[in-house]
Structure formats: structure tokens, C-alpha cells
């Protein structure tokens, strides 16, 4: 799959879906508007609006291509006019995720869905966050990666990756918080 940037993300077919095998790191929407930086922890805090940043800020150009972007849920909204998903790719649904996680469970004995989602091609990283108050945490522990699926008000769901136990799970936090996102072909 190639971005608006030309970047280019290896991708991986599981089951019936196709999925980037990487976290998205493109910094514009699809039809070539910027989405905005949000360095500082206050504006990130303040937010309610669309927003990414790199993890702790970083610069270095090797870690967002293995990492990726940290967006808040705001820019991938379903509501949000501009994309950030090229033609024939979307942010995945809720569904799409339980899709993933169901095939995962039903194909390996080993109750690791973490390392599973691995060795699928998935190449799951545990890429940290940042929170709704604009700190950053959990890298190498913990990756988190959105849907497009709210779930109430102010929470949307996500897919939470625990490397320490080996779980792959659904949960739901804060829309303003900053988490890695895969997209799915169409």
C-alpha cells in the first residue's frame, strides 16, 4: 500500500482481509491537506479536534518508519470528511477487528494472541501511546491501535496489544488520546 506520501507499508493477508503489516506514519489526509502536528502536551490535552505526533517527539526518521504516527481518534472518525486512508483502504470497523481476533484464536493453540498476530505477518509492535493529557507511555510494552467505531460520547474502541501477557484485546479510551493506526483494504 502506498500513502498520499509515497510512503509504501508491506501489507499481509489474513483470512479474508488484507491488513498493513506496519503502523501508519503519513502526516496528510487524501486529498493532500496537512493534518496538524500537536507536539506540546497542554494542545494535545486541549484538543478535541484532529491531531498526530510522533512518540516522545521523536525526529529520527527510522523510528517513525518502524513505529509509526501516534492520531487521535479524531482523524480517523468516520464523520471527518478528509481520509486518512488511500482509495480502496479504510480505518477498520470494531467488526473488522473481532474478525481478526476471532481468526486468530481459532487458528493457534497458543493463547499468546499477541505473539500469534506476530507470526501471521501482522508484525503487531508494541508502539506505547500518548495519553488524553499529552504524556507518552507504555512503548515496548503496549501498542494501541484505534477503529473507526465510537463508543460513546468521548471513548472509541481500539485494539489493545499487551506484549507482557500475550493478549490481543478490545477496549475503549479516550478519543483525544494518541494511538497507531493500520488500515484494511476495502
Known sequence: MIDIEENVYNTIKICDQEWMAENLRVT?????SAIPLVPG?????ALFTPGYCYYNNTTNTDRIKKWGALYNWYVVDPANPQKIAP??????????WDTLLNYLISKYDNPNLFCEASIS????LPGGCRNNYGAFY????????WSNTKSSMS???LRFLDSLFGCLSR?????????SVRLIKD
Open 28 to 32: 496528510k489526509y487524501n486529498d493532500g
Open 41 to 45: 502536551n497542554s494542545e494535545w490535552s
Open 87 to 96: 482509495a480502496g483502504w479504510h480505518v477498520p470497523t470494531d467488526a473488522e
Open 121 to 124: 505477518g501482522f508484525s503487531a
Open 138 to 145: 507504555n512503548k515496548n510494552y503496549h501498542g494501541y491501535l
Open 155 to 157: 471513548f472509541a474502541f
Open 171 to 179: 477496549y475503549s479510551d479516550y478519543k483525544s488520546c494518541g494511538f
